[in-house]
């Protein structure tokens, strides 16, 4: 697994002061931090392309080109949630799989024990925004970055990790939206299969769509933004299901 990089509360309060203040054609960001690139470029790589040749990542290697071909990943959004995400973990380490938790950044900051669990327990997170604005990308540029630079200090400051990787809230991706990303040295991403678990459509539904996953997806769920008991309930029949069909969990 990829860890990322830990980082000194003092280097991170640096690091968001002047990611807020610098203008937007320069790059800034952790040494070392994946960039935002076309699909099967390296993370570290020493350019940042121009956001017209960049697009959320949507398959595992995408981001991770050097995992196996019967990949797959689990991406859970909207966390962490007192009520939802510890039962979530529980799950995950019943079954032995390590997922990305794509993490708002309030919600961080009020529960930085749960941010604290996620990466020992050996998963990965993600820059999810703030307060998860929608429509993310109708903001202005300077709100963008604002959002994920917020997000990014909270989530290093609750569990000593910069994530390298942003999602837009709702998938409101635009051109402002992946140059912001790409200013700030990091990785967007997408997902490919989406069950539509926030909307609490049941549990069979869920089930249905998550089966439909083939090597190299990207799983959306959530553990945060309403009663997550479906999404819980789904997951526990269909991780082993996937499992069972020689699949192999990875973060991203």
Do not use: Y
């Given at each position: 697994?990829?860890?990322?990089?830990?980082?000194?509360?003092r280097r991170v309060l640096g690091w968001a002061?002047?990611?807020?203040?610098?203008?937007?054609?320069m790059a800034?960001?952790?040494?070392?931090?994946?960039?935002?690139?076309?699909?099967?470029?390296?993370?570290g790589d020493s350019a940042v392309p121009h956001a017209g040749t960049v697009r959320p990542a949507r398959r595992v290697r995408d981001v991770r080109p050097e995992v196996a071909h019967d990949a797959i990943a689990l991406t859970i959004d909207d966390g962490p949630h007192p009520l939802w995400t510890p039962p979530t973990l529980d799950l995950l380490r019943?079954?032995?799989i390590q997922a990305t938790f794509s993490l708002i950044g309030i919600q961080a900051r009020a529960h930085p024990a749960l941010v604290k669990r996620i990466l020992a327990e050996g998963h990965s997170v993600c820059n999810h925004s703030m307060t998860h604005p929608q429509p993310f990308n109708r903001r202005t540029p300077a709100a963008i970055r604002q959002q994920i630079t917020d997000a990014q200090l909270a989530i290093v400051e609750a569990g000593g990790?910069?994530?390298?990787?942003?999602?837009?809230?709702?998938?409101?991706?635009?051109?402002v939206v992946l140059?912001?990303?790409?200013?700030?040295?990091?990785?967007?991403?997408g997902w490919d299969i989406d069950p539509r678990d926030w909307a609490r459509p049941g549990t069979t539904l869920i089930i249905r769509r998550l089966l439909a996953a083939r090597?190299?997806?990207?799983?959306?769920?959530?553990?945060?933004g309403g009663n997550r008991a479906q999404t819980i309930a789904s997951l526990r029949l269909v991780l082993p299901m996937l499992k069972g069909r020689g699949?192999?969990?990875v973060t991203l």
């Open positions: 697994m990829r860890q990322a990089r830990k980082v000194s509360r002061t002047r990611a807020v203040t610098l203008a937007g054609g800034v960001g952790f040494p070392g931090h994946a960039l935002a690139a076309p699909p099967g470029a390296r993370p019943d079954n032995g990790v910069a994530p390298q990787l942003f999602r837009a809230p709702g998938g409101d991706w635009s051109t140059s912001t990303v790409a200013d700030l040295r990091m990785v967007p991403l090597p190299g997806d990207i799983l959306l769920c959530h553990d945060g699949l192999e969990f």
